[in-house]
């Protein structure tokens, strides 16, 4: 089975802290993706990655980057937090070159910006 | 352009009842389509896809979905609703680019009453 491991199940932060978002999938898949879910709104992409060092803008990036030094890891960085990131984060994970293959989420990430 | 639209935002069944939840798509070509679930402070669960291999899809905890091209339609079904089947449903359907990217419905919160 597919393991999508997010580190942290919930995190406080405050205004203008840089916060970081690890995600570590198990199964040598190239795409990995970061979401943010909010009430109303669904869910919505931020970015996601195709290959080790590389990066595609999603739906919604501003305010955000990420870092993909290793195929297994995939990271989500606020640059400096707002009160307006405050939302449920979900990683995910795809083979590469298989767009039937469905994604795989971890649990999630509970942010709160304070 | 891709779109899914989930035509409820809630649905409320009796403990024993069928579940329907519906789930209409736009597509330009032949679409990839999957139906995820995400219970309480969880990640999402795939249930079932279908990527044109057979019209009826069977997928996990008795759910099946069956994909209707003159309807552009794929929604879920269930003979007989459990308590545990309480939890958000998201009709998806694949971007049909390199890497899955995915195109969500704004999801179908399930209620089931004893």
């Known amino acids: 089975d597919v393991k999508v491991t997010q580190s942290s199940r919930y995190l406080v932060k405050r205004t203008g802290e840089k916060v970081f978002l690890e995600c570590v999938q198990d199964m040598d898949h190239e795409n990995m993706f970061w979401y943010r879910q909010d009430p109303g709104l669904g869910l919505r992409l931020i970015y996601f990655?195709?290959?080790?060092?590389?990066?595609e803008k999603g739906d919604i990036p501003e305010g955000y980057s990420v870092s993909r030094e290793k195929k297994e890891r995939f990271s989500l960085i606020l640059e400096s937090a707002s009160t307006n990131q405050t939302s449920m984060y979900l990683c995910?994970?795809?083979?590469?070159?298989?767009?039937?293959?469905?994604?795989?989420f971890g649990d999630g990430t509970r942010l709160s910006i304070l | 352009a891709q779109s899914v639209t989930q035509l409820d935002s809630h649905v409320s069944v009796s403990e024993g009842t069928p579940v329907l939840l519906r789930c209409n798509y736009s597509s330009s070509y032949s679409p990839s389509l999957f139906w995820y679930v995400q219970h309480p402070n969880k990640g999402l669960q795939l249930l079932l896809k279908y990527t044109s291999a057979a019209t009826l899809v069977k997928g996990i905890n008795g759910f099946e979905a069956e994909f209707k091209k003159s309807e552009t339609s794929f929604h879920l079904t269930k003979p007989s609703a459990h308590m545990s089947d309480a939890a958000e449903y998201f009709c998806i359907v694949s971007g049909g680019n390199q890497g899955g990217k995915l195109i969500f419905g704004q999801g179908t919160e399930l209620s089931v009453k004893p």
């Open positions: 990655s195709y290959d080790v060092k590389m990066k």
């Open positions: 995910a994970s795809t083979l590469g070159g298989a767009p039937l293959e469905p994604q795989h």
